[in-house]
């Protein structure tokens, strides 16, 4: 399939993209979908009448947006999470289990993970402010009602 092949309205269609309740622009939602099947930012860029430049700009931007909207939604969540839990820089990773198992059972909360997938989990999401078992950077762990566990990093100051 040659990149005139690629129908990028009906990608965005079939995706449910609404520019109305989109943190991405048109644009950004168009590149981000060319981009996801492989087409290079030249490609793109030749495809949509603009510069590499302006494509990579506009991918950025793109992919900002979209972090920015998934830190959103993981604050809101950690805010309804009856379960919060700040997890100091220094913090060995093997004591969070025990805490977050600790929180939740004075709340009556039953967490969705053993404690090495608690910590797995735990290390993961927080990509490099976990380094082996230790914690470089502050986390806040949030649980759910329903004993959901989300991990987010402080954001640097």
Sequence with gaps: MSDEDIDVDGILDRAGFDPAENVLTRRQAEV????????AQAEIAE???TSRANVSSVESSARDNVAKA???VAFAETLRAPVRITVEPGTDLYDVPARVFAECDEVGVKVNHTAPELMKRVSDEAGDAVVGRNVERRLFVGVTS????RVRQRPEE
């Design 32 to 39: 981000l979908a060319l981009r996801e099947r492989g087409l």
């Design 47 to 49: 495809r949509l009448g």
């Design 70 to 72: 998934r830190e959103t």
């Design 146 to 149: 329903d004993g959901a566990v």
